[in-house]
């Protein structure tokens, strides 16, 4: 049974892989779709609803990019359509691009997912985790920062990389926000294919059906250990000793604060200061300004210079100015 549903993927896969587009490409892609779906699916029958194909026939004299797409069911079939969507785009002599796409009419009715952070980080991980897997040390997977910025395009470098895909990027590369571009490995393919056909239907409360749950823990799990950036404390090292700053984000509780303070009390030997913004800091809070002070004689309050944050921190630093000094902006 597990073997049957890990299989459901086998007719996109073959279509990705083909060089060009396949015959018959809209059947073919109905085909393909209806595989993902019921007995011997990787979803259940009812998972079918949730999703809907796009897969218009087009020929060379067309004017448009052709592609086949896993759209919001309440989209037309044809024109402009809104929300994220799974998207395979062929061209002559490549296999097809791999990528996740934000629909040219907008964020409705998927904004609750595309504005989510969380989507952008899962799309992030799962194109971290392909370049490092398969990458060999260059990019074989792109995913843009924010989803919903479609002021900002396919970079440049990554558009002459893969330079096959240019009239995918001219047409759709603000609303492109990961892609993936197959190579002759089938394994990447079937991990890129499964981890963005899977995330799609994650992220509408949809999942594989028991049969396919090792494949679909094992592909979560690889791509899930880079929804956290790796860093260690000698990387954070070696970039202050080069660029004189850093900046460490993440999620809440992943343990950026405590490698700061570890930082201050090993490799600068206590030599630091911690300091906390909030919304209420000011830039008087930091660098400095008027404070009240107390007047003798009781005559009330007047104002004197008093040093913020940094310029406490260069008083500090400035005491030893043999020893390198940090100072930590939570």
């Known amino acids: 049974m597990s073997e049957k549903n890990d299989r459901a993927l086998d007719k996109l896969l073959a279509i990705v892989d083909h060089k060009g587009m396949v015959s018959s490409w809209k059947q073919a892609n109905i085909d393909a779709f209806d595989d993902l779906f019921g007995a011997g699916g990787r979803y259940d029958a009812a998972v079918a609803k949730t999703v809907k194909l796009r897969a218009p026939d087009m020929v060379a004299a067309d004017a448009g990019v052709p592609y086949a797409a896993f759209i919001h069911p309440s989209s037309q079939d044809s024109g402009a359509y809104g929300g994220m969507s799974f998207v395979i785009f062929p061209v002559e002599g490549y296999p097809c691009l791999v990528a996740m796409v934000l629909g040219t009419a907008g ?143 993440g999620p809440p509780g992943t343990g950026k604060t405590r490698m700061a303070q570890r930082l201050v009390h090993d490799a600068y030997a206590d030599n630091g200061k911690s300091v906390q913004f909030h919304p209420n800091t000011t830039y008087e809070n930091f660098v400095g300004g008027l404070a009240p002070t107390q007047t003798a004689g009781g005559l009330g309050l007047s104002f004197a210079p008093k040093s913020g944050y940094l310029m406490e921190a260069a008083a500090l630093a400035s005491a030893h100015p043999d020893r390198d000094f940090l100072l930590h902006i939570d």
């Open 107 to 249: 964020l409705q009715p998927d904004e609750g997912i595309i504005g989510r952070p969380g989507h952008a980080r899962k799309t992030q991980a799962i194109c971290a985790w392909l370049n490092k897997k398969y990458g060999h040390g260059e990019l074989v997977a792109w995913a843009k920062q924010d989803p919903a910025r479609i002021d900002q395009t396919v970079p440049p470098n990554v558009v002459k990389q893969f330079s096959a895909y240019e009239s995918v990027f001219s047409k759709y590369g603000k609303e492109l926000y990961g892609m993936f571009a197959p190579s002759d490995d089938v394994a990447a393919t079937r991990d890129a294919v499964t981890a963005f056909v899977d995330l799609l239907f994650d992220e509408r409360l949809a999942r594989v059906v028991s049969g396919a749950e090792v494949s679909y823990k094992s592909v979560q799990a690889e791509w899930r250990s880079h929804l956290t950036p790796e860093i260690t404390e000698s990387d954070v090292v070696r970039l202050l000793k080069s660029r004189r700053y850093v900046v460490v984000e």
